[in-house]
């Protein structure tokens, strides 16, 4: 969800010798599209994770309650979002793979972020721009259509590359592989250059992930019978793209999609940071808009919070039912460094929004999270020490906070929670 990605970081490290990344061009294989069979899973799987946040839980109330639901028979639940699929802690990103785990894994909203390409064609991208960092495509011939090639590490000035959907096609997109999100700043050669993934995460799943289009993703969650999330990516190039593409034909076109696919308005919420595309939707099409998302990170800057918090009000007056801040918003630290409620989550309540929020399992071992001022953790950074602290977020924002739903990078971590509270 966050607009300030990973591919606009710098990562130095690579692990070339250890990764399992293809080793050769000719190695990334990208898989032929097939279309999904029926099969809507009445259980989830939640693996080790949930286990391993338990066990690392303070003594107390909570760590007793999520400990005694530990041979419960999960099932899905909405309250658990698939964000970018909803298994990119380990698999790549937008793609085939990330949807089916995080739908196994029990979310019961799945999402993709949409960019356009050259043909105007809808692909599941978290970035417009963000190809050279979350595809092999510096790798491939098409890395000559990029905005910038890739071009090599030379007298201590880094690797650069960037590549965006509207550089190809569908066709083209439809070329390219799935990988972990990084790159190598110091790579001298397009291949090393796909390396950086950071070390908590890992590649072993990064083989080829299947890139999607939007009506691939429909077709997927479809067939298991899940919710949508689908977020309308701000373009990085100036619209109107090729002269008649607008953003009201863009965000329109997301509708559209719906529509040919014969999806129910209710199974569907619309995502944007741009207020106008929301709005959009409230007066274009009110089915899909009763449910759209408004996705708020209007305190990013110093002292801008006291702001967002008194834009509430205008969202609200302005017909927006649902926002989506960043965790960090809703929470803030209390007597003893307590999590408590922000002023964001009491004031958002008290006006009657709905809210969502984004994106738990994205930063890593939390004790390094906290030290580093992690993004999501910025708020509560001083009462944050070890993974098991992540429950009690979880925690806050279910009951106190009283969210929707949370969006999560491994969907397990909150089916569990939601399944072992009766959150569905």
Request: proline share 5%; with cysteine; aromatic share 10%.
């Amino acid at each position: 969800m966050q607009v300030k990605t990973s591919s606009i970081v710098v990562v130095i490290f690579a692990a070339a010798q250890t990764s399992a990344l293809p080793k050769t061009e000719e190695s990334w294989k990208p898989k032929p599209w097939e279309h999904p069979t029926q099969h809507y899973f009445q259980n989830a799987e939640l693996g080790p994770r949930p286990q391993f946040l338990i066990a690392d839980m303070d003594e107390g109330w909570l760590k007793d309650r999520l400990t005694a639901c530990s041979d419960m028979i999960a099932r899905p639940t909405k309250f658990s979002i698939g964000h970018r699929g909803g298994a990119c802690l380990q698999l790549p990103e937008e793609t085939r793979e990330s949807v089916e785990a995080g739908t196994r894994m029990g979310a019961g909203i799945l999402e993709c972020d949409v960019a356009f390409t050259s043909d105007r064609e809808l692909v599941c991208r978290h970035d417009q721009c963000d190809l050279h960092t979350t595809t092999n495509i510096v790798a491939t011939d098409l890395n000559a259509k990029c905005t910038i090639p890739f071009t090599p590490a030379l007298n201590g000035t880094g690797a650069t590359a960037k590549c965006c959907t509207s550089n190809i096609t569908l066709a083209d997109f439809k070329s390219l592989c799935g990988k972990m999100d990084g790159y190598n700043a110091s790579a001298t050669t397009s291949q090393d250059f796909l390396h950086g993934t950071p070390a908590w995460r890992t590649d072993l799943y990064a083989t080829c992930g299947t890139v999607l289009s939007h009506k691939e993703f429909l077709e997927l969650v479809d067939s298991h019978g899940r919710d949508f999330t689908t977020e309308l990516k701000q373009p990085r190039v100036p619209m109107p793209f090729g002269g008649d593409y607008t953003q009201d034909k863009y965000a329109q076109q997301v509708i559209e999609e719906y529509h040919a696919a014969g999806i129910d308005p209710a199974r569907v919420w619309l995502q944007s940071f741009s207020f106008a595309d929301v709005a959009y939707w409230l007066k274009a099409d009110p089915a899909f808009g009763a449910q759209a998302v408004l996705l708020d990170e209007s305190a990013e800057t110093s002292g801008s919070f006291s702001a967002a918090v008194a834009n509430l009000s205008f969202y609200k007056d302005a017909g927006v039912r649902i926002v989506a801040p960043p965790l960090q918003y809703l929470v803030a630290l209390g007597e003893g460094d307590e999590y408590v409620p922000s002023d964001y989550a009491t004031t958002a309540k008290v006006l009657g929004l709905k809210i969502l929020t984004w994106s738990l399992e994205r930063s890593g071992p939390l004790a390094q999270a906290a030290a580093s001022d992690d993004y999501y953790y910025s708020t509560v950074a001083n009462g944050t020490h070890k993974d098991g602290d992540m429950y009690r977020l979880v925690d806050v924002l279910a009951r106190q906070v009283g969210v929707l739903g949370i969006f999560s990078d491994w969907s397990a971590t909150v089916t569990y929670y939601a399944n072992c509270f009766g959150l569905f």
